[in-house]
């Protein structure tokens, strides 16, 4: 399945934040978004994940497309632990296996009951992409999602997302071109 | 690291000092007039009195009665004002239907609510009545104000990632909610017991700590005022310990 984004356009008082933005997120590829700052990159994915509405053009998806996503926040429940916060958003289809071995995998491995309030940013961001990358979802929304990672810890993640999102749409906002230099990866600027 | 003393602690030595000063004057009292032990009875005589008081089965049938009537109408009114603030966070018609309503109790003395209440309820009810609507405000805006702190931001997450309702209430509401009804009840808790006492004083309904306090005035027990008056206190500073601990018990389960 593919996201097709149709000279989509929103404004806010009058402002335009998005004008005729058209792409289209393959399968299989990590489409990565570029643009300065206040261009709207946040915007737009947060129309993709049906949190706005856009004022004119469409996105073709499946009709219940179920989305993952890092945001541009973290968006983690403070109170609760690494396990607890996976639990909180994957219910069900939460594997302790699965998580262990992805969490280990992203360096937080020894996290244990440790309150996320207690995190580092880096720990945080890494727990967030854990979680986008566990949920079930038929395509993937990563804002910014290496924001306070080390280089070592920015290649395992990297690793995890080529790994995980095997075959599904990922739409990727970054402000590194060197992020849209793999294969997998297309590039395109707002 | 070092914790500020807290500055509005109840020091032992205080208390013994206004206890002194309190037989001091009923001392003074009952030198300078004749009957003066009448007008200002001593710590001691209240305290003698409490005991006897303590001992007879009609005592804790009338603490229980009143218990049961004033913590039921604050109990009443927490259920109340929690089903009817998730209602209105839900629905702004309702909300504003409510409004002025709160504004209303918030501001009409307890008083006139008793005696209004009296022309159409039994004394026995009035307590139950009087409490629950002294407790409804703070309940229900604080409750409101606690579901519109909830985090904005985790909400959408939780929707992107199709969370139910019933974990989103544990993980989200629950956390933002139970600081704001924890003030609220410690606030309730107070309220309910003036408000129901002196609804039970004006309604006197039988075997009633207010009944009690009545006939202490009519026959000028004020060794039985204020054995009563502490009997009020302790009662009142009881539930709300245990009110609160139950409250700590589930914040403490929501947070694990």
């Not at chain 2, 600081?179 to 002196?198: E, M, T, Y």
Request: some cysteine.
């Amino acid at each position: 399945m593919s996201i097709r984004v149709e000279n989509l356009c929103k404004a806010y008082d009058g402002a335009p934040v998005l004008e005729g933005v058209t792409f289209t997120a393959e399968p299989g590829r990590i489409t990565c978004l570029m643009a300065p700052s206040g261009f709207g990159k946040t915007t737009l994915l947060r129309i993709l994940l049906g949190l706005e509405k856009a004022d004119s053009g469409a996105v073709t998806a499946l009709a219940d497309c179920r989305w993952s996503a890092v945001f541009q926040e973290d968006r983690l429940l403070p109170q609760l632990s690494a396990e607890g916060n996976l639990r909180f958003a994957l219910g069900t289809a939460y594997d302790e296996r699965d998580a262990a071995v992805l969490l280990a995998r992203l360096g937080l491995g020894d996290v244990g009951e440790k309150r996320v309030r207690d995190y580092s940013g880096g720990m945080k961001r890494r727990l967030a992409l854990a979680r986008a990358l566990l949920a079930p979802c038929d395509a993937l929304v990563l804002d910014e999602p290496f924001t306070g990672l080390d280089e070592e810890n920015r290649a395992a993640a990297w690793q995890c997302i080529r790994e995980k999102a095997g075959g599904k749409p990922v739409i990727l906002v970054t402000h590194d071109p060197a992020d849209a230099t793999g294969e997998d990866c297309c590039l395109i600027r707002l | 690291m070092k914790q500020r003393p807290d500055n509005n602690q109840i020091r032992v030595w205080a208390v013994v000092f206004w206890l002194l000063v309190w037989q001091g004057g009923s001392m003074a009292h009952s030198a300078a007039y004749p009957h003066g032990h009448l007008l200002l009875a001593s710590p001691v005589a209240a305290l003698t009195r409490l005991a006897e008081l303590a001992v007879t089965a009609s005592f804790w049938r009338t603490v229980a009665s009143s218990a049961c009537h004033i913590f039921g109408g604050f109990l009443l009114s927490c259920a109340l004002g929690v089903v009817l603030a998730a209602a209105a966070a839900r629905w702004r018609v309702l909300r504003e239907l409510l409004s002025p309503l709160v504004a209303v109790v918030k501001a009409v003395p307890v008083v006139s609510f008793i005696i209004l209440a009296l022309v159409w309820l039994r004394a026995e009810t009035l307590p139950l009545v009087i409490a629950a609507l002294m407790v409804f405000p703070p309940v229900y805006l604080n409750v409101l104000a606690g579901i519109e702190s909830a985090d904005r931001q985790l909400l959408e997450m939780a929707r992107v990632f199709r969370v139910p309702f019933s974990r989103r209430l544990r993980g989200i509401y629950l956390p933002a909610v139970l600081p704001h009804f924890r003030s609220a009840a410690s606030l309730g808790l107070g309220l309910c017991w003036k408000s129901g006492v002196a609804a039970e004083v004006i309604g006197l309904p039988a075997l009633s700590i207010g009944e009690a306090l009545y006939n202490a005035k009519v026959y000028f027990l004020t060794p039985d005022l204020f054995a009563w008056t502490a009997v009020i206190v302790a009662v009142s500073v009881g539930f709300e310990k245990l009110f609160l601990a139950a409250v700590a018990a589930v914040e403490r389960r929501v947070n694990a």
